[in-house]
């Protein structure tokens, strides 16, 4: 269904030449609002997560310390990523809400707060890249070589932390005023040239010099620099359904603490949720190099497995919090259950393709034995998580879509270290499971998460939430 009422900016500065249409995100068919907004997200998410899939399959060539350290690293890199995408959780959410209730100069004014969040964050973990990759390396007791590799990856990342913010940024604006396709299109691009480049600077192809892991972490930082580019010119060349200026910009401070107040439970959620790996790791690291190879690698193989889903609930998160905007609460319940169900059947059809493929997918990264039969194992228990799966995205997303972050940060919080750490450590010493205690550990926490999130969504308390 087309606004009506349609400014200069919805045309992308151009009367008469629309860029994005304005569907109202809050009438018609739910079904068909969630496909038609969440599809890009599905092919955004999977093409950012193939950034660090390439990353290790070219890393993969140089040996199982660089995949062991680039795997450790990368733990630590996500917990920043995830941090920085917890900030802008109050950005999807107050924006979603805005666009719903018709604000677009409010919406506005939430973007402009938002690059000050995203500028401090990354000036503070640029200089904690610079001093403090190897210490946070040297915590989980690995080899020399794998601190090495480690460190040299880390350190390029957290000083490149800026581009990630400003492509993160971007996208959350975007996607929560109900453009999901430009971001599309722009993790498409920079995606592609990640893909292309990656080799060039890690092996010194033709005339870039060979950088091994370093070149696989400068390629990330340039590419999402790209990205983040391409969004700022989209967004204040209204060239998305928001018009982002700077006119009549301030700082405020009190619009600056509800976005950090939203957003902070959301990134505690993300970055327990990956401190708990790097804890996961300590456990693994004793089994030996290519333990901790597998482990880095399912976690890869699993957030590529995970992406369209996780692509499928932004895209809940974003109508229910456009239609609680609107004052429509129940489309709201009924996109997180239809979101949770298309889910759960996308994941029954990975599962099966891991079941009997499990081996030829660890291979595409690495071929040696020990390391194909650990990791293959490994994603094979992995099964168990991903039946559960549909329920703790999609529900998690919806309420964080809807700015209810403390539930999921709790939930989080106590599954992880009151199920998953102690099992992970009670299993492998205690049982004849050995390593494979450690995935054992993980599955049952997030099969508890399912049953919390399925409750609490049922109860409807989250629609009462105010940002």
Request: charged share 10%; aromatic share 10%.
């Amino acid at each position: 269904m087309e606004n009506p009422s349609v400014s200069d900016a919805d045309y992308g500065g151009r009367r008469g030449r629309r860029i994005v249409p304005l569907r109202d995100w809050t009438q018609g068919s739910i079904l068909g609002n969630l496909w038609l907004l969440s599809w890009p997200m599905m092919v955004g998410s999977s093409l950012n997560m193939l950034g660090p899939t390439i990353d290790m399959i070219w890393v993969g060539k140089l040996g199982a310390a660089s995949i062991a350290g680039v795997g450790i690293s990368g733990m630590a890199v996500m917990v920043v990523n995830s941090l920085l995408q917890g900030l802008f959780t109050g950005t999807r959410a107050m924006v979603a809400r805005l666009f719903g209730a018709g604000d677009r100069e409010g919406a506005n004014h939430v973007a402009q707060q938002a690059f000050v969040v995203g500028a401090a964050f990354s000036v503070f973990m640029a200089i904690i890249g610079i001093f403090m990759a190897e210490p946070i390396l040297l915590i989980f007791g690995v080899e020399a070589d794998v601190v090495s590799e480690g460190a040299a990856y880390m350190r390029v990342q957290f000083v490149g932390m800026v581009t990630m913010s400003l492509r993160m940024l971007t996208e959350a604006a975007m996607q929560a005023s109900g453009d999901s396709f430009t971001p599309m299109r722009i993790a498409i691009f920079f995606r592609l040239l990640h893909v292309a480049l990656c080799p060039f600077l890690v092996f010194g192809w033709w005339i870039f010099p060979h950088l091994g892991v370093s070149g696989a972490a400068l390629t990330n930082v340039i590419s999402q620099g790209i990205g983040g580019a391409l969004g700022l010119w989209f967004l204040f060349a209204g060239r998305t359904r928001l018009r982002l200026t700077m006119k009549n910009f301030r700082f405020n401070g009190s619009l600056l603490w509800r976005l950090v107040k939203i957003g902070f439970p959301a990134s505690i959620t993300g970055a327990e949720r990956t401190i708990a790996n790097m804890v996961l790791m300590y456990f693994v690291a004793p089994f030996g190099t290519a333990a901790v190879a597998a482990h880095s690698l399912i976690q890869r193989i699993d957030a590529f497995l995970h992406m369209p889903a996780q692509g499928l609930g932004q895209a809940a998160g974003v109508l229910a919090g456009q239609n609680l905007g609107a004052g429509k609460p129940e489309r709201a319940v009924k996109t997180g259950w239809l979101a949770a169900g298309l889910v759960t059947g996308a994941m029954v059809i990975s599962s099966l393709v891991v079941w009997f493929w499990a081996e030829g997918i660890v291979g595409i990264f690495n071929t040696e034995s020990e390391l194909v039969v650990i990791a293959s194992n490994f994603l094979r228990i992995e099964i168990v998580s991903y039946m559960v799966f549909g329920v703790v995205v999609a529900l998690m997303q919806c309420l964080n879509g809807v700015g209810d972050t403390w539930i999921p940060m709790i939930t989080t919080l106590a599954t992880m270290w009151l199920v998953q750490v102690p099992l992970a450590y009670f299993l492998p010493k205690h049982t004849s499971l050995g390593v494979y205690g450690v995935r054992w550990g993980i599955v049952s926490a997030i099969a508890m998460r399912a049953v919390i999130y399925a409750t609490y969504f049922k109860s409807g308390r989250w629609k009462r939430k105010k940002v």
